[in-house]
């Protein structure tokens, strides 16, 4: 299950080596990939839905789940709900959980309140992500629906064994939001990877892909 801005063939390392073991199956989520046909902004719970149809529409049954970032998101939601069956869980970069707020990013949300009414909308993109402006409209308010969901209140709900990968140098999700997520989910195990960001499956294929294998097969 890949992340936001990304699609199923990211994962083109883990595909090759995990496939000579399993039946792998690596979809495009909805906005991304080959599947960009987005009618109307997608929640969490949209995409958790798309999931499920995709799982019944190819005979998937309680499978194994690798996910990274975004992909996360709706595994940690879809299984402390019920809406989704997994067996065994990897989390890499897992993101839903509330971080903390700093003073710079307390200062800079209230200055863009104050200061929105009085910019036209090009000055405005100068107080934007590039990787936001990039989106398409529909897109954008799906990723604000998103992103405004925070998931700790699920993780005691969730059973399953599950390994957590995390970069120890991840900006986009820092290793103190891997560690909550280590202790809020009982069966888990923190793995850290130094000198790796946000794409532990990608900076280091052969190790993340060696370890995701041992822990399945276990």
Same mark, same amino acid.
């Given at each position: 299950?890949?992340?936001?801005?990304?699609?199923?063939?990211?994962?083109?390392?883990?595909?090759?080596?995990?496939?000579?073991?399993?039946?792998?199956?690596?979809?495009?989520?909805?906005?991304?990939?080959?599947?960009?046909?987005?009618?109307? /902004?997608?929640?969490?719970?949209?995409?958790?839905?798309?999931?499920?149809?995709?799982?019944?529409?190819?005979? #998937?049954?309680? /499978?194994?789940?690798?996910?990274?970032?975004?992909?996360?998101?709706?595994?940690?939601?879809?299984?402390?709900?019920?809406?989704?069956?997994?067996?065994?869980?990897?989390?890499?970069?897992?993101?839903?959980?509330?971080?903390?707020?700093?003073?710079?990013?307390?200062?800079?949300?209230?200055?863009?309140?104050?200061?929105? /009414?009085?910019?036209?909308?090009?000055?405005?993109?100068? +107080?934007?992500?590039?990787?936001?402006?990039?989106?398409?409209?529909?897109?954008?308010?799906?990723?604000?629906? =998103?992103?405004?969901?925070?998931?700790? +209140?699920?993780?005691?709900? =969730?059973?399953?064994?599950?390994? #957590?990968?995390?970069?120890?140098?991840?900006?986009?999700?820092? #290793?103190?939001?891997?560690?909550?997520?280590?202790?809020?989910?009982?069966?888990?195990?923190?793995?850290?990877?130094?000198?790796?960001?946000?794409? +532990?499956?990608?900076?280091? /294929? =052969?190790?993340?892909?060696?370890?995701?294998?041992?822990?399945?097969?276990?």
């Amino acid at each position: 299950m890949h992340g936001y801005q990304s699609f199923g063939k990211s994962f083109y390392h883990q595909l090759d080596y995990l496939g000579r073991d399993f039946e792998v199956f690596a979809p495009d989520l909805k906005g991304f990939g080959q599947n960009t046909d987005m009618e109307y /902004p997608y929640s969490l719970d949209e995409y958790i839905l798309e999931v499920r149809e995709y799982m019944d529409k190819n005979g #998937i049954v309680n /499978p194994d789940v690798v996910a990274h970032s975004f992909g996360g998101r709706i595994v940690l939601k879809g299984v402390a709900t019920k809406k989704l069956q997994f067996n065994k869980l990897v989390l890499t970069g897992c993101a839903g959980l509330k971080a903390k707020t700093t003073l710079k990013k307390a200062v800079k949300k209230t200055a863009f309140r104050v200061l929105k /009414p009085f910019f036209n909308k090009e000055r405005l993109k100068m +107080c934007y992500s590039k990787d936001y402006l990039a989106l398409s409209p529909v897109m954008r308010e799906s990723f604000k629906l =998103i992103v405004n969901e925070h998931l700790d +209140c699920y993780l005691a709900e =969730i059973e399953n064994k599950t390994l #957590i990968i995390h970069g120890k140098g991840d900006k986009e999700v820092p #290793i103190y939001l891997a560690k909550r997520l280590n202790l809020g989910i009982k069966n888990s195990k923190l793995s850290i990877y130094d000198g790796v960001g946000h794409f +532990c499956f990608l900076d280091k /294929p =052969i190790k993340f892909s060696m370890e995701v294998k041992e822990f399945l097969l276990s």
